[in-house]
């Protein structure tokens, strides 16, 4: 029996029922985030102390320091969670529209439009002579594929099943067009196009924060408030047509979400790839209750992946910088192999 | 004595004056991606890329900060010298911020091609100056030589180059008569592959000294990787510049290509001239030092004499 | 679908002519131009003298036989793996092969130095079963075998694992990163054929023994419960297939580099004209996907002269269309 709490607004015109489970991890992994991001901050390739962290942030004084904590370091730590969160919060939606537990961003296409073409812009050479399109060219891709997808999937409605398997289509036809531009790259810009599809954060900067922040404050609760059409989706067609769930629309809708989420995510941190895959999974083990409870615990745990993973890169090669990207399975891969050991016999 | 005085006070307010514009002097330097302002003459500086140490080199300037080098790490044995004291910013491609950051520097000089993304943020840091083309060294000198207040020296180090360019046109013209301009063509060789370059550093230099390219290799873009021995006959010129690093894997593919009968049927490898030249130089250095280095390269390949060259401590 | 003996048997006829014309313009075409008579004459009026006998003998015949010997091997690889794991997505990009095979590569390229395919042939092969090993021990379900959903996902995670380890030592060591750029991307081109023989025998008893357990096959489709009914050693099946899919899927990527596509589609298509009967499939997926590969290289060779397309590259532009076809008509995936 899960206990919960309900709150009314004078007049019980209002009601919101939380899972005090799903309240509780949530209130834990929020504070487990800040205290991680304060000592991300404090960490770098130059030696700095908490004490100096917390003094800066009080009191921003003009100095190197200044510049390293809040110009270099602090954008990147917000990105990464923003960009974590994001990618967490797309791949539960997802899964919870394909019911299958392998979908993810990467797996479906959208990563791969994004990249390819990021790639492709990189190989022109930014040709208008600003890199700052960068982001807004790979968002366009990522949409582009996902319109492909439902173009290609729409039969009186998505299936799931054909999402997915044109999605791994389109997936891998892209994958080949990236790969084609990289053979015939200049050895300059195929290494950038490289760092850029294993996924980093390096030189993220303040109008990446303020250009990404938008996407999750929109979408997120928007994906909050419907996601329970999810769970009414999972018991059938016909059981979620018949509690008054507009099939097709929400389908589309949700899609449309986790397009936009990835595709953003994707287009200001490159292809960083099993974050959306195994944040939601590693939800599941923490609360069993609905999508919407699961939505922002999975977004915790992807921020705090990638959180834990641009940490690692940036502090164990100094004065090498390693993406992310590279850490996200070395933490989520062992922890996956794990969930294995433990999972029951009745599987997806 | 009121003469002697009067004198004497000029004489100081002369004195004085150079020195005091020189440290309230203002240089805003125009570059690729904006415009830098640099206060007085700096000290401090920091290079991004391969070209831009090898420049401030031969500007006389020992950078606070570099990054490092592709191989002969951690920097090339020719520049090695001078650049003692430096602190490494790891690779180009994603130099160290917080260390920039850290150095203070005075000046920070970046390569379009890879610094683009994080040039707002080095703009904060300090002045920061981006050439538009990393293959045109001349242009760099000259943007270097602005920002840092030694423009005298970037002269006189680029009237020395022209001489030198005009010398070996003289020279080869008179050797290879009606051969000239020759036809070369400019290849590399991996591990598993061989390229072709159409543009590039040792392209360019090439074209100044008035070599010519093989009506293929005009071609956009900056050259292209053949996997197959069929291949070979695209690589045909009058004569064929050949660089590579020191690996038994590229020497061995070497080896399979020269010994392929297409390759024998190229022009250059028929009139012998296949020239193995140092890998460093034409291919990865990108500045003053390393082009003059590949003039003396290319002197002693078609046996020319040099002439003696004026005192020039780092050219 | 065909169905009759007549139907299925002019349909393999049909095939194998596919497979001679494809064969036929892989030593055809290219850079120099060969005629079919210069073509005959090489092989039964050998001119050492004569350039084009010449590349005939050694470029081309190299690339066609690689070409082939992947293709089928691939093809082979894909049927047994969706079989195995009743997905028909599965394929050897999806179960870690490729990612093992790519992860050693890279180990052997930065740490060691050695770029050669010569060379990387061995060490991919290694790779590739080694990551095989880890999957098929993470896809163990307790006293029950091989649990196919458990192997998918280990394949995933595993996948994940090697690529991101690979991505992070080639960002490490840039330098290396554009010599083995060209066997990433898939590639037949600049094989030597004494590297390749010593593979070929392995290849055909893997293929031998895949077209031995036919029989077994068609019933490993089924539900467990009524495959051990039915008198088949299920774990013992699997074991054999598993090793079978390594050694073919684990050479071909050796050979030629990671190839994603022809595991994944080859079986769809010879699944949608011959049916589940591996007796024809196994067989047909074979000759398709050989054909499908030396279709693609030889275009991948003449599309941007004298650069080559990457091979990995072309089979996937033109197996796409093929596959996005065949996904709008299915019904159900398990």
Redesign the interface.
């Known amino acids: 029996m899960t206990r919960s709490l309900v709150l009314r607004t004078p007049g019980d015109r209002w009601s919101v029922k939380l899972n005090v489970r799903v309240l509780v991890v949530t209130l834990a992994l929020a504070v487990l985030l800040a205290i991680s991001s304060v000592l991300a901050l404090a960490s770098g390739s130059h030696p700095t102390s908490f004490v100096d962290v917390l003094g800066t942030l009080a009191n921003p004084a003009q100095s190197e320091l200044t510049l390293i904590i809040l110009e270099i370091r602090l954008p990147r730590v917000i990105m990464a969670i923003l960009v974590g969160g994001a990618l967490g919060s797309a791949g539960l939606i997802l899964q919870g529209l394909v019911r299958n537990p392998l979908a993810s961003p990467d797996v479906i296409g959208i990563t791969s439009g994004a990249s390819a073409a990021a790639v492709l812009f990189l190989w022109l050479g930014g040709v208008t002579g600003t890199s700052l399109l960068l982001a807004p060219v790979a968002m366009g891709g990522a949409f582009s594929v996902a319109l492909c997808i439902t173009a290609l999937a729409w039969q009186q409605g998505i299936s799931p099943a054909r999402l997915v398997l044109v999605g791994v289509g389109l997936a891998a036809a892209l994958t080949a067009v990236t790969t084609l531009l990289l053979v015939l790259s200049p050895d300059s810009t195929a290494m950038n196009a490289y760092i850029w599809l294993t996924g980093s954060l390096y030189a993220s900067q303040w109008h990446d924060v303020t250009a990404l922040t938008p996407w999750l404050a929109l979408c997120l609760p928007l994906a909050l408030i419907k996601l329970r059409h999810l769970d009414a989706q999972s018991m059938g067609e016909d059981m979620a047509l018949g509690l008054g769930s507009a099939l097709h629309g929400h389908r589309l809708l949700f899609l449309v979400l986790a397009v936009a989420l990835a595709g953003s995510a994707v287009a200001y941190a490159g292809a960083v790839g099993f974050i959306g895959l195994i944040a939601p999974h590693m939800a599941r083990r923490l609360v069993t209750s609905g999508h919407t409870g699961l939505l922002p615990v999975a977004a915790l745990i992807g921020a705090l992946i990638l959180l834990y993973a641009d940490w690692i890169g940036r502090v164990i090669f100094i004065p090498r910088d390693l993406p992310a990207g590279i850490f996200v399975a070395g933490i989520g891969a062992p922890f996956f192999v794990y969930l294995l050991y433990r999972l029951r016999r009745n599987l997806g | 004595m009121l003469r002697y005085a009067g004198f004497f006070l000029i004489a100081t307010c002369l004195a004085w004056a150079p020195t005091a514009s020189a440290a309230n002097s203002v240089t805003v330097v125009e570059h690729a991606l904006g415009k830098a302002t640099i206060h007085g003459n700096p000290a401090r500086v920091v290079s991004l890329y391969q070209g831009a140490t090898d420049t401030a080199v031969a500007l006389g300037i020992e950078p606070v900060g570099v990054v490092e080098s592709w191989t002969e790490k951690p920097m090339y044995r020719y520049l090695r010298q001078e650049l003692q004291e430096v602190a490494y910013l790891g690779l180009e491609t994603q130099p160290d911020l917080e260390r920039i950051a850290w150095l203070a520097p005075d000046l920070i000089v970046g390569a379009s091609n890879r610094h683009r993304t994080i040039y707002p943020l080095l703009d904060r840091i300090a002045p920061t100056v981006i050439p538009g083309n990393v293959y045109d060294f001349k242009a760099l000198l000259a943007l270097m030589a602005k920002a840092t207040g030694r423009v005298a020296r970037g002269e006189a180090l680029l009237a020395q180059w022209q001489a030198r360019v005009e010398d070996f046109r003289t020279r080869i013209q008179r050797k290879l008569g009606d051969q000239w301009p020759q036809e070369v063509a400019i290849l590399s060789f991996r591990a598993d592959h061989a390229r072709i370059y159409y543009d590039g550093f040792a392209r360019t230099v090439l074209d100044e000294l008035g070599f010519a390219a093989p009506v293929d290799h005009r071609k956009e873009g900056w050259g292209i990787k053949l996997t197959s021995q069929e291949s070979i006959p695209a690589m045909d010129a009058e004569a064929v510049f050949v660089f590579m690093d020191d690996d038994p894997a590229v020497r061995r593919t070497y080896e399979t290509w020269s010994s392929h009968p297409l390759w024998k049927n190229l022009q250059a490898v028929r009139q012998d001239d296949v020239y193995q030249v140092d890998t460093v130089t034409w291919n990865m250095g990108a500045g003053i030092i390393a082009a003059n280095r590949m003039l003396d390269e290319l002197y002693r390949h078609y046996n020319l004499e040099q002439p003696d060259r004026e005192e020039c401590a780092q050219c | 679908m065909l169905t009759s003996l007549l139907a299925r048997a002019s349909g393999t006829l049909f095939c194998l002519s596919l497979l001679l014309m494809a064969t036929v313009s892989s030593l055809v075409f290219?850079?120099?131009p060969v005629s079919l008579d210069m073509l005959v004459a090489s092989l039964m009026d050998y001119d050492p003298g004569s350039?084009e006998h010449?590349?005939v003998r050694?470029?081309r015949f190299a690339?066609t036989i690689t070409a082939l010997v992947v293709g089928a091997g691939l093809a082979i690889a894909g049927v047994l793996m969706q079989t195995l794991t009743r997905n028909q997505?599965a394929s050897p990009g999806i179960l870690g092969i490729n990612a093992g095979a790519m992860f050693f590569v890279v180990i052997g390229a930065t740490l060691f130095?050695?770029?050669?395919?010569s060379?990387l042939v061995w060490v991919a092969f290694i790779g590739a079963a080694t990551a095989a090993f880890l999957v098929y021990f993470?896809g163990q379900?307790a006293g029950r075998g091989i649990?196919p959903?458990?192997t998918?996902?280990?394949g995933?995670?595993?996948t994940?694992?090697f690529?991101?380890?690979a991505?992070?030592l080639?960002?490490?060591n840039?330098?290396r990163?554009?010599?083995?750029?060209?066997?990433?991307?898939g590639?037949v081109?600049?094989r030597e054929l004494n590297a390749i023989l010593p593979l070929l025998p392995l290849f055909g008893l893997a293929l031998l023994v895949a077209l031995l357990l036919s029989r077994q096959l068609n019933l490993l489709g089924l539900d467990d419960e009524v495959t051990r009914g039915l008198g088949l050693r299920v774990g013992h099946a699997r074991l054999l297939i598993g090793l079978v899919v390594i050694v073919l899927a684990g050479t071909s990527v050796a050979m030629a580099g990671l190839i994603?596509?022809v595991g994944?589609i080859v079986p769809h298509m010879a699944r949608g004209i011959f049916g589940t009967d591996h007796r024809w499939l196994l067989p047909m997926s074979a000759i398709l996907g050989a054909t499908l590969m030396l279709a693609a290289d030889t275009v991948a060779?003449m599309i941007i002269?004298?650069?080559?397309?990457?091979v990995?590259?072309?089979?996937?532009?033109l197996?796409?269309p093929l596959?996005?076809y065949l996904?709008?008509h299915?019904r159900?995936?398990s």
Request: proline share 5%; no cysteine.
């Open positions: 290219g850079h120099i350039l010449l590349v050694t470029e690339r997505l130095s050695l770029t050669s395919p060379e993470l379900e649990s959903v458990r998918v996902l280990a995933v995670a595993v994940a694992l690529v991101s380890f991505q992070g080639l960002i490490f840039q330098d990163f554009e010599s083995i750029l060209f066997w990433l991307a590639s081109s600049g994603g596509f994944l060779r002269p004298p650069q080559e397309v990457p990995g590259v072309m089979t996937a532009l197996g796409t596959f996005l996904a709008r299915v159900k995936v």
